[in-house]
């Protein structure tokens, strides 16, 4: 099983990337992996972690790197020897099975699609993200592929966010929703009345509207909604989250009482940091390219690269592209005839 | 002081809205209040909390109430005698100041807007809610009074934001923002990066793009975006603060060293809970009508209703919408300017 490790990207790669490249075949006996990137740097940093011989890693020269500044594009155009861009190459050549990238999400997204391609019947992929809830964890999708989408994407990333949670969630027939601003079929904005509609008729498990007032409680499974509504409300209950931390710190450490029950209940502030931790989920699928690719979060430490990769590695052991195609190929057809009679339009 | 309470808004309505009543008559003693519903009802929670016969309050009879099932514009077609529109017209006649309501928050915005008409300079208005940081409180709008909005709209969106933040959180300055999907001008949606365009000419202090990331580190003291956005980050943030209230008590139950320290620790959990606590706050101010007009929370209790009264009474003193209308005007010629050369449509 070989993965391509995007090597540069991330806020500590390739340092993070490669301490948790070793973590990673310390934990997993069957996977290979090509770290992609500056020759030179990873050269020297596989001797400091003792892998410059370890016949299980194989380095692939990148002449450039996306930065966190540059434009999405790049990766296709003026840096198409970057990193992101060589490692998506090497899945579409069958070099690697799966692409791990911590690196900028907007070039892996355009890396992907354009070397690696679609899976038919998808316009266009989305990264599913999976957050934890009262009761147990959902996906949320697309948590920023893509900042506009129309409502047929809108439905593809609910038949993928429905194979995906069965498959990472163990859910058998996942409730599906929209996040919109009220339970009602009229209420929302124009895009999701279009996907109520058509989701309405799907053979899927379809529940209705999912207030964000209860997304936390979780009433449904699989949420969808576009890219920047998802990335918005991602990036801010993790900010959240911080603040909350800090909140209890601060509400703990003000007197002498507070600070021993702090103490004795250690373990517990602990156990609530763990909730949600994204250097446990290592990292997301972009669902809906050819190809596995999983992103990683922009502050990836070596925990979570290590995680993105045994991620990786499930995901292609229980076949999630394969299981994605089967169910897209079911739905496609009666996906464009909703469409049709929906008036959804392409709002490209 | 005479102030408007739709008394039939609200889940807890309109029992909850008398007791607050009461509480807010105790607690402010130059106010007097129009509870506007149905007047049997009424009478009847009067006489209980003994204000039959106080002379600070007086009732104005209204048929119907706009239940949340309804659409937002049943209150200015169907259901034109609704609590919410007959105490939008008493302010637009001048018998009322403010208008309070915990009800349907689209019937509140749709009854405001055609009863007592918009500021001039104001195309839709906004609701604009305080939010807790990290480092003190600050200011998001449109928390969800419209549901599509564009470029023009999140600028006077901002315009009237600043001013609410100089003038509740006393922000000499206020830090102006727009919620977006990356740092830099370039990052963002079709709308997000016409706001930053125009916002970046405005005589006000335009400090970029705000990610969801950072947003409760407070890294703007005003943030905009559309009102979808804007509720939806809003309700799950509360929905996960709601969870997370759930893991700490989970947490802190699981044996008894825990539990003693959650008892040596107790008022460091009441604190947790006051945060954000939105029954403090009482309710968030409609921006832009030509009135004021603060909406309650849904689920609002006889607390929130005495505190959204506050909050009424201190806008009426501090003139909120007098200086509002001062900054709308010192910036409209300059926004449709502006508007122009950024190509901005109407998006309507």
Chains 1, 2 share one sequence.
Request: charged share 25%.
């Amino acid at each position: 099983m070989k993965i391509a490790l995007d090597a540069m990207g991330g806020d500590f790669a390739p340092e993070a990337a490669i301490v948790g490249a070793r973590q990673a075949l310390d934990l997993l006996p069957d996977i290979e992996l090509i770290l992609v990137g500056n020759k030179d740097k990873i050269h020297d940093l596989l001797k400091e972690n003792n892998l410059d011989k370890n016949p299980r890693v194989e380095v692939v020269h990148a002449e450039h790197t996306v930065e966190m500044s540059d434009a999405s594009t790049s990766a296709i155009r003026g840096k198409k020897n970057s990193s992101i861009t060589v490692a998506a190459t090497l899945v579409s050549e069958g070099r690697a099975e799966a692409v791990v990238s911590a690196g900028h999400t907007g070039a892996a997204v355009a890396a992907t699609k354009v070397r690696m391609r679609l899976l038919p019947g998808v316009d266009r992929p989305a990264i599913a993200t999976i957050m934890p809830s009262q009761s147990g964890p959902f996906v949320m999708l697309d948590a920023g592929a893509n900042l506009e989408s129309d409502a047929e994407n809108l439905v593809q990333f609910a038949v993928m966010g429905e194979v995906f949670a069965k498959i990472a969630l163990g859910i058998q027939n996942p409730r599906i929703g929209v996040i919109s601003v009220g339970e009602e079929d009229v209420k929302g904005n124009d895009l999701t009345k279009r996907v109520f509609k058509i989701l309405s008729s799907m053979p899927i498990n379809f529940i209705g509207n999912v207030e964000g007032k209860v997304l936390f409680q979780k009433y449904a499974d699989v949420v969808v909604c576009d890219g920047f509504v998802g990335n918005v409300v991602l990036k801010s209950v993790e900010s959240m989250a911080k603040a909350t931390m800090f909140w209890i710190k601060e509400a703990f450490s003000r007197n002498p009482f507070r600070m021993t029950g702090a103490l004795l209940a250690k373990e517990a502030f602990k156990e609530l940091k763990e909730i949600g931790d994204y250097e446990e989920y290592g990292g997301a699928p972009l669902l809906g390219v050819n190809g596995l690719c999983i992103i990683g979060h922009g502050s990836s430490s070596p925990k979570a690269f290590k995680n993105a990769i045994r991620v990786a590695s499930q995901f292609i052991k229980l076949r999630l592209n394969e299981r994605l195609s089967e169910r897209l190929e079911e739905t496609g057809a009666l996906i464009s005839k909703l469409k049709k009679n929906s008036g959804a339009n392409n709002g490209d």
